[in-house]
């Protein structure tokens, strides 16, 4: 059962099962759903990308025997090709270059061993942009221009939401007083769905890559989540990004989107700086537990984790930390 084709073949069985769990519409099918990922990051991390594409393509195929090509093509475009996309990013390596000696500076021949991966800073990158794409395909389900879009959601919205909410005494539900906050839920909509994407993408591939190494299955080992930098003119993508949003019509919903997976991504890298930083610390259960829930409950903080993450080129606090955490006599100490 090592071949990669019959690995990629069970995965996107799996993953296809997975999928589809979330037409029952139950709580437990849509965390089912959340997982449709991970078979074919498995396959991938630990077979090869092409498991990984075989997986795609053998989901994709059975979904639309199953309910239609529509959905099959939903789900290729969505899930099975960008999963092997990132598989295939995740294990571009190079030899390793030589680096100058710590001593008198002279260079040091390079391990002929020793392997230099793709970044993991730039592979969440490129799951930022595809996220970003994804939200911006999925707008014209909703309508073709401003207008359509916002009346499709708002009636989406109505019937998903508001006519569940129970009314008082037998009263129907107000819906003036709702209005604000479905207006709000409209509008972060296409930065929503980028973010709950990338969230799955990032949060399966991390799982996928533990399960592999903890099997001896897999292809490149653990990045060190620590050292992740991202490319340098990424926060001017985020910033336009931003400022794209307050466009009229379609391409200000489309920015919203982008903005909304550049914040996540934000989020995560404010996120290994407060890992880095409390690494030291013996209460670091109990402080990060408490940062978590935090960023749960009281939105703002998770504006502060992103504003830390977008800093840390500049203020390099993981750094500072690493060396203030060193022991005496250590070079950087």
């Not at 960023?295 to 903080?301: A, K």
């Amino acid at each position: 059962m090592n071949s990669p084709y019959l690995i990629g073949l069970g995965a996107g069985l799996a993953s296809a099962v997975l999928f589809l769990s979330s037409a029952t519409g139950s709580l437990l099918a849509m965390m089912l759903f959340f997982l449709a990922a991970l078979p074919g990051f498995l396959a991938g991390l630990g077979w090869g990308w092409f498991a990984a594409l075989i997986s795609a393509a053998s989901a994709s195929l059975l979904i639309a025997a199953l309910i239609g090509p529509a959905a099959g093509l939903v789900y290729f475009s969505t899930l099975g090709l960008p999963v092997a996309l990132l598989c295939y990013l995740a294990l571009l390596a190079r030899p390793a270059e030589a680096q100058a000696g710590a001593a008198d500076g002279t260079p040091q021949a390079a391990n002929p061993q020793a392997i230099e991966w793709y970044p993991v800073g730039r592979i969440v990158s490129w799951a930022t942009l595809m996220a970003g794409g994804i939200a911006a395909l999925s707008i014209p389900l909703l309508g073709f221009d401003a207008e359509t879009y916002r009346q499709t959601a708002k009636a989406y919205f109505d019937t998903a939401i508001v006519s569940q909410l129970p009314a008082p005494e037998g009263k129907p539900v107000n819906k003036e007083k709702l209005e604000p906050l479905i207006d709000i839920m409209i509008a972060i909509l296409p930065a929503t769905s980028a973010m709950v994407w990338l969230t799955i993408m990032t949060t399966n591939m991390w799982a996928a890559g533990r399960i592999a190494q903890a099997s001896g299955r897999a292809i490149r080992p653990m990045p060190d989540l620590s050292t992740m930098t991202y490319p340098t003119h990424m926060p001017l993508a985020f910033i336009a990004s931003i400022l794209l949003t307050f466009l009229p019509g379609i391409a200000g919903i489309v920015a919203t989107g982008f903005a909304g997976a550049f914040l996540l991504a934000y989020i995560f890298m404010g996120l290994t700086v407060m890992h880095t930083l409390v690494r030291a610390s013996p209460l670091r259960p109990f402080l990060l537990a408490i940062l978590y829930l935090s960023m749960i409950f009281i939105g703002w903080i998770a504006l502060l984790i992103a504003m830390i993450g977008l800093g840390e080129p500049v203020f390099k606090l993981r750094q500072r930390a690493l060396h203030r955490n060193q022991p005496p006599g250590q070079p950087g100490a």
